[in-house]
C-alpha cells in the first residue's frame, strides 16, 4: 500500500530508488513562518555522507538538495514543501548478475515476492539511498523544534563489540570522527575492529542511541499513539533496524521494581525524577525528562565472501557480492535516526496541542 | 488525539478505563463470513486472568464478553463488532490518597500533565486493564488469520533472570503454568523468583517471544509501514514494553555479517532460508520463515517498599502503595502480545491485496 | 474497509444495525475539561425521533443513552468516549420475505454482492437507526463548539415542492413543527402535502440547511482537506442525502463572477465581506462569514405501492413492501446533517492549531 | 496540516505552487506491473490546457511530465511514482499590486487569516495549476481502471444558461470543442455566451458531469466512507467547486419515491436496473449501474471590472484585476473531475478486495 508515508500532522511522503534520476521527500504540515533555505537541509544531508568525505574538504559536491516548493519570502508558507537531490554520482554499473538472483540478508526475494518482480539496480527502493528524504524531511522537523526548546542528539554508541565510554562524552566527536562516537578512544578502537571485518571479507552491526532534551511533559498519546511506540515504529522502519529501546529498554525485563521506577522530587517549583529509567515516556506520554532511545543496526548485509543462495530459476547457488560497501551502516545512520526521532516527536507535539479544552478556547478567542 | 484506534483496513478502536463501567473495542474492517461467538473471544480474555484463576476449575465468572453487533447468523456481516466487558468485580475502593500524589513509573504525572486532571481509580485508562479491548480484538484477528494458515504462539521466555529453556519446548505448558513459560522447570524457578521478590516488596521484570508461522512470503510494505516497523509500534503500544526485538534483535547489532545472513535455498521447489536470524522479514517484508519477535516489561511498578515522589501541593513525599499488585506482569501480557502481532499481521495480509496489477485484474474480472 | 470511522484529531467510530442488542459511537480524541453528561447528549438524541413523540410530553422513553467511559468528575477525561442506546423497542417482526428479495432504493442488493450476504432486519447497518451514533457524537461537538463561540443551525428548507420561507424565520419552529421548518405556514403546507403522499401509498424527498455562526476565518486547509470538501463528504455519507451545496451552491454555476464575488470591506476595524455568495468558505478555508450548507435528500425508499424487483433466486417479482415508514426522511435528519457538519467543522479547527511557527513556540513556552 | 494528501491505498501527494519552480505529485501505491510511460500522463495534462492550444497543432511544448521514479524496464514497481511538471511559462510579472489587498472570490484573504502571509505570485498554492498533480495522478489512476474495464467519461454539461443535449451525444466533441461539450451546437452558443461575458468583462460558471461506466456491484463502504461521500470529497476538494450530486442529485428532493426508485429486474441473467436515478450507489456501495456525477463550478473570480475590496493595511479600496484569465473554468476543469473521480473510485476498489474471508483464504492460499 502507500507506505512512503509518515505522520499526522506534519506528513511526509518519500520517494526515489537508488539508481533512478533522483530521490525526494514531500514534507505536508509544516507550520509557516519558519525561515528555511537549502543550507539547513544539506547540512543535515552532508551527515549521510561515508565517514571520509563528510569529513574532508572540500566535500565532493553530491546528494544536492533542490528546494521546488513551500518556501516564499525564504519562509515556509505552510504549504507542502517538496525537496529533491538528484542521483548524479550513481554510475550505471552492470547489474546483469544481481538481477538474477536473491542476495542473502537483503530484500531481494521479498520484493520479487511481493511485487513479482524488482528494481535490482544498487537495490532500488530497499536501498539505504531511500534515506535521503527522512533525512532531508528531518532537517526541517529538527529546526522548528529547535525552535520550540527542543534538541535532539544522535551519535554511534558500540560498533560490534566495541562500546563508546560516555564518561567522557566529546559532542564534538560525533561530526569529527569516522565512527560518529562521542568517544574518540572508542572511535580508533571500533575503526581498527572494522578494518578487520574488512580484511576478513565481513560486516560489522553496531548501535546508535539518540537522546531528546527540552521535552516538556505531557507529549504524546495513551493506547496506540504513545509517544514510545511511535517513536519504535519510525526507528524500526528504517532498513537493517532489528530492535528498538526506550530508557533502560531490554535491562528493565531484568530489574526490580525497586531499581526500576524513578523517583520524583521538587527541584526549582518543578516536578522532576531523579533518575531516568524510563527514558522520558511513562503511560507513552513524555515525563519532562530527557527522551533516551537505542536502535540496533544489523552488520551489513553486502559481504564480499561465498555467500550460499538461489538464483529466479530456482537453482542453488554460490555467489560472490562485488562493488563498494561499507563495512557498517551505523556511522551513516546516525543522522537518520535523530530525523526518524524529530518527525515522531514533532508530529506528537502538534497533535498535543487539542488536548484539551481550554487551549482550544483560548486559542480561538484569541483570534477573534 | 485519537490514540485508541489502531489498523488500517481492520482497524480497532478501544475504550474503558479501570474502574468506569465497562471497557470494550469496535471492530471495523473484518471481513464478512467468518462463524464467530462469545467463547472465541472469551477463551482469549481468560488468558488474560491471574496464574492463578487462568487455571483454576471451575473459573470466576469475570470479564465475561459480550457481543453487540456485527454478527448476523452466527457470521460476521463485514460491518463493525461491537465488544463490551462489563467492569463487575472493580471494587470502589477508597482511592482519596493515590488521587493526591503521583505513584513513581506510572502514568499518573504525565497524564495530569497533558489533561489537567485524570480519573486516578485504578490507573484508569492507563491501566493494565485497557488490554481487554486488545485482546478481544486479537482474538478475532487470530481466528481469521488461522483460516488463512497463520498460526501465532507466544510465551514468556524469562522473568527476571530466569530464562525458559526451549531445546524443551513444551507447549501446553504456555497455556497451564503460572508464568506461562514453555518450560516447567523453568517455571517452577521463576514462581520461586517471584515468591523472592514478593517478600521483599518487590516486583520483577521479563520478556515475551511470538512466533508466527505460516506467513506468506512477501506481506508488508517497504520503506515506513514495513511489517516490522509496525510490529514494533503494535507492541510498544502495551503498557510497561521497554523493548522489541525482531529476529536476532540486539545481537545482530554485535554479530559479522557472516554469521547474520541467512542463506537461501531450495527445499521441495520453494525458496527457503537456511537460518533465521532475520525473524522472518526483509527490507519489511515476509520472507516466509517464521516471524519471531520478543517484547521486554519492565517490572511492576506498583511496590509495596517506601517511595519518594512529590504530591499534588508541590512537596516531596514517601508513599507506601496498598492493595494488590502483581509482582510480574509478563504472564498476563503474553497473550496481549499475542493479540497486537495478530492485528498487525492480519492488517498487512489486508493491505498486500492489492500490490500487483494482476490481483486486481483477477479479481475484478471474476466479479464480472 | 473500516469505513465506520471519522475524524482525524476528534475521531469517532460508530457501529451498530437497527435489530441488534444496541448501536454506540466510541469519540476518541476530544478535549479533556468538558462538562458533560447523559442529557447532554439525550437533547439531540430526541430530536432524532419522529415528529410527534418529539414534541410529544410525556416522551416516549426510547434511544436513551448510557455513557460508558471517558467521563470523571462530571468532565471529559481525554480519552474515549463510548456512548450506547440499547435497542429496546426493535420488534423482531417478521423479516423472511425481505430477507428473500432486494427492495428498491435501499441497499439490500448492494451489501449483498460486497459481503455475499447481510443482516436485513430492519436494513442492518444500512437502516437510518445507524445515525443514533452520528448524533450522539454530534451533541459532543457540538457543545465544545459551542464553548468556543461557533453555533450550528440546521432545519427543513423544503419538504417535495413546499419550502420554507425564510424572510420570516421562526427558530422556535424548528424543534415544534412536525417537519422542523423555521416557518409554521410551509409546515402545514408540507404536512398536508405528506399526507397527500401517504394516501397515494407515496413517498417525497426534502432539503436540510445548516448554518454555522461564529466561525473564525482562517480554518480548514487547502488542496484535498478543504473544509468545503470535508463538509460534503461528512454529509454526503448520510444516508439517503443525493446533492451537497455550499453557498449559492448550484446556482452559482449560471451566475457571472460580477454576481458571484463578494466584496470585502472594513467593518468595525474587522475584514468582513458585503455578500456571502460563497457560504463561508474560499480556497477551502473559512472566511469569516457564516457557513451555509445545502444537503439533498431522496423520498423514503419504502413504498406501499406495487413495485418490480428480483429475490434472491434470480426471479422478476413484484412486491408490496409492509411496515411503518415515514413518508419522508428530512424531518428527522435535521439533526443529524447537524451533527455531521459540527463534526467536521471541530476537526478541523483542532488541526488548525498547528498552522503556524508562532502558535507552536507560543504554545510550548508558555507550558516550560 | 497535511492537506495535500488524497487516499487510503491508492495516495497521492500533490505539491507546487503558481509560480514556483515546478509542480508535481508522488503516487504511492499503484499495483505493480502497469506499463507506463510520460505519454500516458501528458495526454491527460494536455487536456487541462485551453482550449485552443489544447486543439491546435503542433502544440505548445508546456507543461511536460517527467516521472523521476517507480517505473523500471517500462512497468510501475509498486514503490512511490514521483512525477513532476517543470514551472517554464510562468512569467515574473508584476505582483506588487497583488501582493497589498485581498481580490474577491479568491482565497487570497482566506490564506492571510491562516498563515499569517502568503505566497501572492498567481494564487500561489491555490492557483488551479495545482490540478497538474491531480490530473497526472489521475492519469495514472484511469490507465489502472481500464485494464479492469471501468472507463471515466467526464466532458462539460453546461455553461452558464446553455446546457449541452445530451440527446445527440458526440463523443468526439468533447476533446475538440473548446468547451469540451459534447454537442457541437451548444458548443457554438456557449462561445458566443462567453464572448459576451468577456465583452462585459465578466465571467461565468457551469456544470462537468461525470460518467464511469464498467462499475462492478459492490465497491465502496458503508457508513463514513461511502462510494458518495469520497468522491464529493474528492469533487468538492476542486477550487472553484460549490456542489455536487449524484445521479438525479437535487431533483430527487422534489422527487416521490414512486419516481425515485430504480426496478431491480434479471437481464441474461445478471441483476439490473431499470433506471437509473441513484447514479450508480445504493447505501454507498455502487450497484452495477454506472455511476453519473455532476460538479457545479462558479465563474472564475477574476475579472476585469471595477471591484470593491480592502488591503493590507485594512482600508475600503476599488481594483481593477489585469492579467489573462479565462472567462470560464470549466473546460480546463473537465479532466480534473475525471481525475478525481478515477483516484476515489480506484481507491475504493483497492480496499474492496479483502471484504470477505473467502477473498482473503483464496488469495492466501493460492499464495502458498
Known sequence: ?????????????????????????????????????????????DRRKPGQSRIATPRKESDLVQILSGIFDG?????????????????????????????????????????GFRDYRGGGRSSGRETIGRVAAGAVASKILGRMGIALTAYTRSIG??????????????????????????????????????????SS???????????????????????????????????????????????????????????????????VKKTNHSGGILGGISDGSPILLRAFFKPTPSIFRKQETVNKAGENITVEIKGRHDPVIVPRAVVVVESMAALAV???????????????????????
Open 1 to 45: 500500500m502507500a507506505g512512503s508515508t509518515f505522520g499526522t500532522l506534519f506528513k511526509i511522503t518519500t520517494w526515489g530508488e537508488s539508481h533512478g534520476k533522483a530521490l525526494g521527500v514531500v514534507i505536508d504540515g509544516a507550520p509557516a513562518g519558519l525561515p528555511l533555505d537549502e543550507q539547513d537541509i544539506q547540512s543535515f544531508l
Open 75 to 115: 519562509k515556509t508558507t505552510g504549504t507542502p514543501i517538496s525537496l529533491l537531490v538528484p542521483n548524479t554520482s550513481q554510475k550505471s554499473s552492470d547489474y546483469g548478475e544481481i538481477a538474477s538472483y536473491y542476495r542473502p540478508g537483503h530484500a531481494d526475494y521479498t520484493f520479487d515476492a511481493k511485487y
Open 161 to 202: 563489540p566495541i562500546e563508546a565510554d560516555l564518561s567522557h562524552f566529546d559532542r564534538s566527536a560525533i561530526l569529527s570522527t569516522p565512527t560518529c562516537m562521542p568517544d574518540p578512544a572508542a572511535d580508533e578502537l571500533a575503526c581498527a575492529y572494522l578494518k578487520e571485518c574488512m580484511t576478513e571479507k565481513d
Open 205 to 271: 552491526g553496531g548501535v546508535v542511541e539518540c537522546i531528546i532534551s527540552g521535552m516538556p511533559a505531557g507529549v504524546g498519546d495513551p493506547v496506540f499513539e504513545k509517544l514510545d511506540a511511535n517513536l519504535s515504529k519510525a526507528i524500526m522502519s528504517i532498513g537493517a533496524v532489528k530492535a528498538v529501546e526506550i530508557g533502560d529498554g531490554l535491562r528493565a525485563a531484568a530489574a526490580k521494581g525497586s531499581e526500576n521506577n524513578d523517583a520524583f522530587h521538587m527541584e526549582d517549583e518543578k516536578i
Open 346 to 368: 514533532l508530529d506528537a507535539c502538534m497533535i498535543n496541542m487539542s488536548s484539551r479544552l481550554e487551549y482550544l478556547t483560548d486559542f480561538y478567542s484569541q483570534k477573534k
